[in-house]
């Protein structure tokens, strides 16, 4: 799946936070926020979930992940760890990273090497507004496990 905004509104935010799997009920905690994220996504997954997303001092078992990760955030494989320790049998991450060309990109094979190293699989690609990029990976068992 590849998910790119058809417009600069907020429907067109909210079609793709539905689309990455954000929905009602889900429990989602948010990494590496800084005042450069995307608050135009952020305030679309909070509504999309009915709920303001947990942050990395909870201690809850959440359904998804978003980690915000830039080029000199530290070790990406340490950052996915980091980010699986909470996260559901059946649950996601996206991995969002800024754009080429933006301060803090991170190199596509830099993921793809570091995904796998952490049990994790890339499974899609989404376009965040035009600073940010996404990768949902997801742990390698609950990819075997679908029917």
């Known amino acids: 799946m590849s998910t790119t905004p058809d417009s600069g509104d907020g429907g067109a935010i909210r079609g793709i936070v539905e689309r990455m799997g954000f929905a009602g009920g889900l429990v989602v905690q948010e990494l590496g926020w800084d005042s450069e994220t995307d608050a135009d996504f952020r305030d679309a997954v909070e509504e999309s979930i009915s709920d303001e997303m947990v942050d990395e001092d909870s ?12 080029e000199g955030d530290g070790d990406l494989v340490d950052a ?9 049998d059946n649950g996601f991450i996206w991995l969002l990273t800024p754009k080429r060309g933006r301060e803090g990109y991170v190199e596509p094979s830099d993921i793809a090497e570091a995904a796998p190293t952490a049990g994790l699989s890339q499974t899609s690609l989404a376009t965040i507004g035009s600073d940010w990029a996404g990768t949902r990976l997801e742990s390698r068992k609950t990819r075997g496990d679908r029917k």
């Open 59 to 70: 201690d809850e078992i959440v359904d998804a992940v978003l980690l915000w990760y830039r």
């Open 80 to 88: 996915l760890v980091d980010a699986i320790t909470p996260l559901a």
